[in-house]
C-alpha cells in the first residue's frame, strides 16, 4: 500500500498517515452554524473535507465521519461576547430559534448533495447534547479548570499546561496575538484573553428561546463545548449512556477545519477534552484555507458571500464549483471570481465530453474498441495519480494527470482501449466526485432519428446546404452532429445540462 501523507496542523509537517486502530478511522468535522445559509467559502471547507475521506476511502479505509450541527450557543464574536447568532435571527425572521436552525440545517444538507459530498455517517445536533456537556463541564470543575464571572462558567487556559499547542505559540505570545487582533474583545471578568465560556448565563432581562437548568443556574452552552462533547460521546467513546468516564476516552484520528478555526475553536475543543482525559484527543489535525474574493476572506460579517444558489442562478452546475475548488490545493488560498467559475465550467464540460467520446468509442469506433491497451502505461498513469492524491491530497496534480491521460488517449492512438481508460477513470471520480457516471450516451427520439437518415440521404447526394440545414435544425433542438468514419456522432450542446436530455426530450 502507498503510504498517505497529510499536513498535520500539529506537527507542522506532512506525516505518514496511519490509523490508531485497524482500517476504521475516527473522523470529526465542524459542521455549520444553522442561522443562515452556507456560503460558497463555508461550502470550499466541506468540499475539502469531503475530499480527505474520498481519499481515505480509495486507500481502504473505513471511515466514521461525525459532524455537529450548530443550533445553540455560537456567539456573533468567538470570543463569548455579542448576541447567539441564532436567536438574533429568529427575531429578525420572527420564527422560532428551532425553526431557524431546522430550516438552515435543510438548506445546507441540500446544498452538500449537490456539491456531491458524502452525508457524515452520523451527524448530531448541539441542542440534543445539554446534558452530556453539564458532564464535561462537572469533570472540568472536579479538576479545578472552571471559575465562575458574572455572565457564564469560564475555562481557566493557564492551568494547562500546552494550552495553545495547536497554534505553535506558547501560552503567553497567543494571549498577546489575540488581544493585538481585532477580532477579539476581552471581557474585563476573564482572567486570560484566551479563557473561553463553558456555560453562559441566560440574561437577567431577556427571555432567551434556547435554556437549559444546569447546576450552575439557567444558561447555554458555550460554542467550543459541543464539539469536544459530540467527540468524546460518539467517536472517542467516553460516555457511558449519560455518564462521562474520561479514562475511557479513545484518541480520534481525524479533526478537521477551516484555518480560522486553529487558535480559538479547536484549540479550546483540545483544552477541554485533555484537560478531563489526559491523553491526546486528536491524532491529525487539518486544516482548508479560506475562500477569498478580491483577495479578501469571504465571511457574513465581510458583507462578500455568495451562495450555491447564486451560482445555480447565473447558469453554473454545482459541481462545477467543486471543479473549480480541485484546481487549488486545500491549503492555499483560492481567489474566487465568475470567470474562474466559467473557465472551470468549460473545463469540465470538457472532462464530460471525453468521457461521452470514450463511450462513443467503445460502441463505434472499431479502431479503437479493438486495441489491446498498454497496461504498463495506464498503470504508470495510476501510480502517478495515486501518489498525487496520497501527497497530502494533491487534488489539483491529480487533475492534471488525468488530463495527461486524456490527451495521450486522443494522440497515442494505439496505446488505450476506451474501456480500460474509462473504468480508470471512473474508478478516479470515486475521488474526483465530480459525477462521470452521469454521462451516458443519449437516447435520440423518432423524431432526432428521421431528420439524421434524411440528412445521411443528402449526404449521399452531396446535397449539403439541405445536410447543413438539418443540423442546424438539430442544434436548436439541442443536439450537435460530427461526422466521422464510423457514422454520424451525435451529442448534447452542453454538458453541463445535459440531464434534460433525459428528462425533457
Ligand atoms: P461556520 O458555520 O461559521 O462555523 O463555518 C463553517 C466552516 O466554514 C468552518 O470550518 C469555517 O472555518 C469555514 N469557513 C468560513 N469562512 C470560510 C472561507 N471564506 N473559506 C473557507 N472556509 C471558510
Ligand atoms: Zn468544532
Redesign the pocket.
Known amino acids: 500500500m502507498m503510504p498517505i501523507y497529510l499536513y498535520n496542523t500539529l506537527t507542522r509537517q506532512k506525516d505518514i498517515f496511519k490509523p490508531l486502530k485497524d482500517k476504521r478511522i475516527t473522523l470529526y468535522?465542524?459542521?455549520?452554524?444553522?442561522y443562515s445559509y452556507?456560503?460558497?467559502?463555508?461550502?470550499?471547507?466541506?468540499v475539502?473535507e469531503d475530499l480527505l475521506k474520498r481519499v481515505l476511502m480509495f486507500n481502504g479505509f473505513k471511515v466514521k465521519h461525525l459532524m455537529n450541527i450548530?443550533d445553540v450557543g455560537?456567539l456573533t464574536s468567538d470570543a463569548d461576547t455579542g448576541e447567539d447568532k441564532i436567536e438574533k435571527e429568529a427575531q429578525k425572521e420572527k420564527k422560532t430559534a428551532w425553526e431557524i436552525a431546522e430550516f438552515y440545517t435543510k438548506a445546507f444538507f441540500d446544498d452538500i448533495k449537490k456539491l456531491n459530498i458524502i452525508k457524515p455517517t452520523l451527524v448530531k445536533k448541539a441542542t440534543n447534547f445539554i446534558k452530556e456537556d453539564i458532564e464535561l463541564i462537572k469533570a472540568l470543575e472536579k479538576n479545578g479548570f472552571t471559575y465562575r464571572t458574572s455572565d457564564g462558567i469560564y475555562f481557566d487556559t493557564s492551568k494547562l499546561k500546552d494550552y495553545g499547542k495547536l497554534t505553535g505559540m506558547d501560552f503567553k505570545t497567543l494571549n498577546q496575538t489575540l488581544k493585538a487582533g481585532s477580532r477579539v474583545e476581552f471581557s474585563l471578568e476573564k482572567k486570560n484573553i484566551t479563557d473561553f465560556s463553558l456555560w453562559k448565563f441566560s440574561p437577567k432581562n431577556a427571555k432567551r428561546q434556547m435554556e437549559w437548568e444546569s447546576p450552575w443556574g439557567i444558561g447555554f452552552p458555550g460554542w467550543h463545548i459541543e464539539c469536544a462533547t459530540l467527540n468524546l460521546k460518539f467517536l472517542a467513546q467516553a460516555f457511558r449512556g449519560k455518564q462521562l468516564v474520561p479514562e475511557k476516552a479513545q484518541t480520534i484520528d481525524i479533526h478537521?477545519?477551516?484555518?480560522?478555526?486553529i487558535p480559538i475553536?479547536h484549540t479550546n475543543e483540545i483544552a477541554q477534552v485533555e484537560a478531563v482525559t489526559k491523553k491526546p484527543f486528536v491524532n491529525f489535525w487539518l486544516?482548508?484555507?479560506?475562500?477569498?474574493?478580491k483577495e479578501g476572506?469571504?465571511?457574513?460579517s465581510e458583507g462578500n458571500v455568495v451562495l450555491l444558489n447564486d451560482l445555480i442562478k447565473q447558469g453554473f452546475s454545482p459541481l462545477s464549483y467543486r471543479y473549480f475548488l480541485s484546481t487549488a490545493h486545500y491549503r492555499t488560498p483560492?481567489d474566487f471570481s465568475f470567470e474562474a467559475l466559467k473557465s472551470a465550467q468549460e473545463s469540465l464540460n470538457n472532462l464530460y465530453e471525453f468521457v461521452y467520446n470514450l463511450l462513443w468509442d467503445l460502441k463505434y469506433n472499431k479502431n479503437k474498441k479493438n486495441i489491446k491497451t498498454n497496461k504498463k502505461l495506464l498503470n504508470e498513469y495510476h501510480l502517478k495519480w495515486l501518489n498525487a492524491i496520497n501527497d497530502d491530497l494533491n487534488i489539483p496534480r491529480a487533475l492534471s494527470i488525468l488530463w495527461q491521460l486524456i490527451n495521450d488517449y486522443n494522440t497515442k492512438s494505439k496505446e488505450f482501449n476506451p474501456k480500460d481508460v474509462y473504468q480508470l477513470i471512473l474508478k478516479w471520480d470515486q475521488v474526483f466526485g465530480l459525477d462521470l457516471k452521469r454521462i451516458k450516451i443519449i437516447k435520440t427520439t423518432q423524431k432526432v432519428k428521421k431528420l439524421l437518415k434524411e440528412r445521411e440521404k443528402f449526404r449521399r447526394d452531396k446535397n449539403f446546404q439541405k445536410a447543413d440545414e438539418i443540423r442546424n435544425q438539430l442544434k436548436e433542438m439541442g443536439y450537435l452532429i460530427e461526422d466521422t468514419h464510423f457514422g454520424t456522432k451525435i451529442k448534447p450542446l452542453s454538458f453541463i445540462q445535459y440531464d434534460e436530455y433525459y428528462s425533457s426530450r
Do not use: S
Open positions: 468535522t465542524c459542521g455549520p452554524t444553522v452556507a456560503h460558497i467559502g463555508n461550502l470550499r471547507t466541506y475539502f450548530t455560537h478537521c477545519g477551516g484555518i480560522d478555526h475553536h486544516h482548508g484555507a479560506f475562500l477569498t474574493i476572506r469571504m465571511g457574513k483560492l
